[in-house]
């Protein structure tokens, strides 16, 4: 009776307790006190830290869980890749990035001490002596895309600059004296060597539109050849392709063009083999035709000019002497 007696007195709704008075001991009997009433609806939620009035007392932090406002994590407590060598890992994190920042920074200067660039484009860059058998070919084989992926790997496996050129230069060199280098060729040159010679007193924008006719014409030559078919005496597609790969980048290849454009009939595929030979009455056609080039009609830029006996005459270069 005397127990139930302090629960109606001391927890009763106005009785003016939340529990048992200062000091006094818990109930008799063990029992647990009543969980804390539901604030209101609408009511606004304790601070965070503070328990409500008259709630019981509260549940100590978790073993381990930092407390409550608390900064950096203890020494050690932080995250730490997986394989970082011991020498690596410092005291906290900041140490940590430290000794990682002065590891990073030393294999960097060994490979550049080492002569390991930073970027792929150093291996191009050759100085020093180099073999007059493999200069000619390096500004080509620096453009090649295969020099470029090469120099890539190169890198990934940390080879120095100088032992990659080293090698280069001495495959090219190996190459050379097997005969596997072709020689290069020097463009400018060719297309000097194709000026005819009735072009080589005009202007050299004037002699590069006359190459290029002139070699506009062979490759038309052996196109047409194409189309006559392999079965008709013509070439197959594969073989005329062939042809202006391997010649057509050289005035000597041009020349055979034209040798060949003379003696099937100047391409025009209706005529057999034949070879022009001076012409009637002994006259040597190239000294016909250097007369007819030096006339005014036929001379550029002179007033009496004639477009259509220019015309003409370059016509009789293609049919009578295809090589000039």
Do not use: C
């Amino acid at each position: 009776m005397k127990n139930l007696l302090f629960r109606i007195v001391f927890n009763a709704a106005d009785g003016g307790g939340g529990g048992a008075p200062g000091g006094a001991a818990p109930p008799a009997g063990g029992a647990a006190p009543p969980a804390p009433a539901a604030p209101p609806a609408g009511a606004e939620p304790p601070a965070a830290g503070n328990p409500p009035a008259g709630a019981g007392p509260q549940s100590p932090p978790s073993a381990g869980a930092p407390p409550a406002g608390a900064g950096n994590p203890p020494a050690g407590d932080f995250y730490k890749p997986e394989g970082l060598p011991e020498h690596l890992l410092g005291k906290d994190q900041n140490e940590t990035m430290d000794k990682l920042a002065a590891a990073l920074k030393g294999y960097r200067e060994r490979d550049t001490n080492n002569g390991v660039p930073d970027n792929p484009d150093a291996y191009a860059e050759f100085k020093g002596e180099i073999s007059e058998t493999v200069k000619p070919h390096l500004e080509t084989l620096t453009k090649d895309p295969l020099f470029s992926r090469v120099s890539d790997k190169a890198l990934e496996m940390k080879i120095s600059v100088p032992q990659y050129q080293a090698l280069v230069q001495e495959f090219m060199s190996v190459s050379s004296e097997m005969g596997l280098l072709e020689p290069v060729v020097d463009e400018k040159a060719e297309r000097e060597a194709l000026v005819p010679e009735a072009a080589k007193h005009l202007t050299p924008a004037e002699q590069q539109q006359a190459v290029e006719k002139r070699m506009n014409d062979n490759y038309a030559f052996l196109d047409a050849m194409v189309a006559r078919g392999a079965e008709g005496g013509g070439l197959s597609k594969d073989d005329a392709e062939f042809a202006k790969a391997m010649l057509g980048d050289s005035a000597k290849g041009h020349r055979f063009f034209e040798w060949l454009r003379s003696s099937t009939g100047g391409g025009s595929g209706t005529g057999g083999p034949r070879m022009e030979g001076p012409a009637a009455g002994g006259n040597d056609p190239r000294k016909e035709l250097a007369r007819r080039a030096a006339l005014p009609e036929n001379t550029w830029g002179n007033p009496k000019f004639d477009q259509k006996s220019y015309d003409a005459l370059q016509a009789d270069y293609a049919r009578l002497i295809p090589d000039n």
